[in-house]
């Protein structure tokens, strides 16, 4: 059941996290709050000492302050900081963590010019045939969940949660 979770609950949590944000601009609040429950339980489990353990919570509260202080200065939503906070708690405070944030960064601004393109030739858009939430081309904003959740896929077989479970499996 362990590696069951460690395995599914956070590329599944990623996946909903972006298809929503790309349906209807919002991530549900309980995607992260799922992320960060069965983070928790499976913690005890999972062969992380009490300071790694420790680490994992700092790179979470280092990544939700940080979050936190974009979403106050209206640069980010409040959605994409729970997520990314709720992301990180799986990474730990190590080199997959940081892969993860720089990919995010990377995927976020490919994306965002996609939106702006996108938006800009909207009437072309339709006129081929594609069809597009109507909330992704009116909305004053970018459907982060999508980066965030490229980027989680991309970096999460690399996460020391991944490698340990791979490794208990043999």
Not at 36 to 46: R, Y
Not at 133 to 154: E, F, R
Request: charged share 10%; glycine share 8%; with cysteine.
């Amino acid at each position: 059941m362990y590696h069951a979770i460690i395995f599914l609950i956070f590329p599944i949590c990623l996946i909903l996290a972006a298809l929503t944000d790309f349906l209807e601009m919002t991530i549900p609040n309980r995607i992260p709050a799922i992320l960060l429950g069965a983070f928790l339980l499976i913690a005890p489990f999972s062969g992380l000492s009490l300071v790694e353990f420790g680490w994992h919570l700092a790179a979470a509260a280092l990544v939700f302050a940080v979050c936190f202080s974009l979403f106050a200065l209206n640069v980010m939503g409040g959605g994409d900081a729970k997520l990314l906070t709720a992301a990180a708690i799986w990474f730990g405070f190590n080199t997959s963590l940081f892969e993860f944030l720089a990919f995010t960064g990377y995927f976020g601004g490919a994306l965002t010019v996609i939106i702006i393109l996108l938006r800009a030739n909207w009437d072309k858009v339709a006129i081929i045939g594609v069809k597009l939430p109507q909330a992704l081309m009116t909305a004053k904003k970018v459907p982060y969940a999508i980066a965030i959740g490229a980027a989680g896929l991309m970096t999460y077989p690399q996460s020391p949660l991944v490698i340990a479970a791979i490794k208990g499996l043999g």
